[in-house]
């Protein structure tokens, strides 16, 4: 009971906390602005809040600032869910069966290191200007943090409980299925985290190569344009979300694995 | 007469490692009667787990032969049942789950592995705690879902490697009491590997004492004391006395 309490009070805390440290960041940069040469080079806080709000009804371009963050998401939806499917089911399979490990690692191995942005040219060239090309980014952006983690996630099931499962009258499959596969849930979950992040940070990439919407877009408009308040705009929106997508996973996860530390 | 439930006949284990091969087992023969509770005591790393899982079939042996009730043992099966020194559950599993595990995945119903799974969770003392996860338990309550969970597949023979071994020292003492009400409530062939004294005396009905690495059997000792066994009782303290100045001391 205490501890609940303990709990509830600490967690109100960090949220006040973090709403000071805000204020007073905020404040701090408004001064600056109003009082010191930053003035030059940026815009207040204040103004970007007004545009922000005005952005939502009055369109930047063709769209509002949320329709821009609807496309954006939509984009990092697609291929997230894509690439997370397909990298969950790849690392599964490398991680149990050997030979897939050695007929898929060496190749996996070479395309990790490559950044997804740099993909962007080759898959203009391959998917035309349109969404196709920008699924392709973010694909490539979650499918190789997944990929790793759920193999990790199977080659550090506790062999233990493995031999625990067969004791108990499991045969392989069942092993796979109600031991292998359960206790990688954890690695799988850190790898979405990491990937809802590189996706949400390509995707920006990728809108301020080639699009004509989104919140990338709305940057590099900005910079266009000659507008600091309106590429401010973009960025805080950037932000807004990422932590959003962020806490979202968190909150799954907590939901998912109860059973697990981590989860907690 | 007993019947024989447990051979091992001329058991040797040895472990192909990347430094060469290490010989844990020299030779062990053994034998274990239908329903008796037989403790292997031995000191620390000398290879009671190595043997108890050679036992069991976790482990291949290297020569000689493990029979159960007729049958050679090679691979892990579901008439045998082990509870665990790091208790194994599964953590992503209620207790019943966990203790429901072996019937379901030898496709009981779920009505009638249900009402098993209960009477074994009730059988440990843990009604009420059926959908709490393993880490919301305390250690002694991990190991009491471990002992119901091997229980509940209801198998000829029960192996325990140090299942108590990580309790504070009154739990222990509670715990090896329940084990034996448990056991006296429903009897099976019972294989329990400790290195504490006062514990193999507390649970025996013979003990059969272990070298140092390569492990054989040292001798044995059959406990007469009636039960509940008293932890101070004379007799009780000269077994212990005896038995101690036996065994080897751990490496
Ligand atoms: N798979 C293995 N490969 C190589 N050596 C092993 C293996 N398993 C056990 N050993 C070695 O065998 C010896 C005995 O191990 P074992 O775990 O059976 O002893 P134990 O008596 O159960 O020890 P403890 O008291 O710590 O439980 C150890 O020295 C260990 O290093
Ligand atoms: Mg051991």
Redesign the pocket.
Known sequence: MTGRNLKGISKYKKIYAAVISIFVFLCIWQLAVMFTDVGIVMVGPIEVIKLFFVSMVKPIGHDTIQMHIVWSLSRVMTGFVIGSALGVVLGILMGWFRPMNALFRPIYEIIRPIPPIAWIPLSIVWFGIGEPSKYFIIFLAAFSAITMNAFAGVRAVDPELIGAARMLGANNRQVFTTIVLPSCVPHIFAGLQIAIGSSWATVVAAEMVRASQGVGWVIIRGQDSNSTVQIMVGIVAVGIVGFALAVLMRWIEAKLCAWNVRGR | MSKEMIICDNVSKT???SRGD?N?IGNVSLTVNENELLVLF????????????CMSGL?RVTTGSVTINGRTIDSPGPDRGVVY?RTALFPWLTVMGNVEYGPKVRGMSKSERREKAQYYINLVGLEGFENSYPNQLSGGMQQRVGIARAYCNEPDVLFM??PF?HLDAQTRYLMQEDLIKIWEKEKRTVVF?T?NIEEAVYLADRIAV?TN?P?TVKTEYEINLPRPRDYIDPEFLRLREEISSVVDK?L
């Not at chain 2, 031995?42 to 899982?53: D, V, Y």
Request: glycine share 14%; with cysteine.
């Open positions: 472990f192909e490692t290490v844990v031995g000191p620390g790393q000398c290879g009671k787990s190595t043997l108890l899982n482990e020194q490697d140090e071994g590997v290195n272990l690495c492990t751990a």
